[in-house]
């Protein structure tokens, strides 16, 4: 199958880190994406990883990859109000290049 | 640059009227994608154009919807003789020439209501 699978609620307080995970299915992605929505608007490119990498960072967000998990995780440190959205992550569909979401976790930051 | 445009941003229907989403690429990019969003979930994969080439239409129910991407002019996302079930948000997204698996932008989306 082709399913990406993400929690669908997390919660945090102000300040706090968050840690939104996911698992996909296809071994021969080559990038995988985190995407932000948030209410009512489209999505926002977050971050993509490559997948000979292990980590990224980018300021206050990283990427982890285990490939051999198929596990994907986005950490947000020092979380704010304005990071309360949906998040999305993504892959290639069998390597081309429509991309196959999961259903979001939506991130509700506690001030 | 501008993003990613599409309009109407909202778009409200009585079934069996027709609907018509329109999506102008980012500039460069030749490759445009549709997507749909139910409410609550995900964004499901519908249709990837190039110019005046549809490359994968899997995801497009067979009937009643029909996509295009011409020479000239914006992509159209067309829904004919509406029902119910296709309230729904339409995301566009676009990418540049294939170098690979390459990142797709997405625009604001159209949010069709069907009465």
């Known amino acids: 199958g082709e399913d990406v699978e993400q929690s669908l609620f997390l919660s945090v307080r102000e300040g706090d880190s968050s840690v939104i995970n996911c698992t996909y299915t296809?071994?021969?992605?080559?990038?995988l994406y985190w995407y932000k929505q948030e209410p009512g608007a489209g999505l926002q490119l977050l971050t993509y990883?490559?997948?000979?990498?292990d980590m990224k960072q980018d300021q206050r967000l990283t990427v982890l990859l285990n490939k051999k998990d198929k596990h994907l995780s986005l950490r947000i440190a020092d979380t704010q109000t304005g990071d309360s959205a949906i998040y999305f992550c993504?892959?290639?569909?069998?390597?081309?290049?429509?991309?196959?979401f999961g259903k979001g976790t939506r991130l509700s930051v506690i001030a | 640059n501008a993003g990613v445009m599409q309009n109407p941003r909202h778009l409200v229907r009585r079934r069996g009227q027709e609907a018509r989403l329109r999506c102008s690429p980012m500039?460069?990019?030749?490759?445009v994608y549709w997507y749909r969003q139910l409410p609550e979930e995900g964004l499901k994969f519908m249709v990837y154009?190039?110019?005046?080439?549809?490359?994968?239409e899997s995801g497009m129910p067979k009937e009643r919807f029909s996509a295009e991407f011409p020479k000239e002019g914006p992509s159209i996302l067309r829904i004919q003789q509406v029902v119910r079930g296709d309230s729904a948000a339409y995301f566009c997204?676009?990418?540049?020439?294939?170098?690979?698996?390459?990142?797709?932008?997405f625009g604001p989306g159209t949010r069709l209501t069907v009465l």
């Open positions: 997204a676009s990418s540049p020439p294939l170098r690979g698996t390459d990142t797709q932008y």
């Open positions: 296809d071994s021969s992605s080559t990038y």
């Open positions: 990883i490559f997948s000979n990498m």
């Open positions: 993504a892959e290639p569909h069998s390597g081309n290049t429509p991309l196959v």
């Open positions: 500039k460069g990019h030749s490759h």
């Open positions: 154009l190039q110019k005046e080439n549809i490359i994968d």
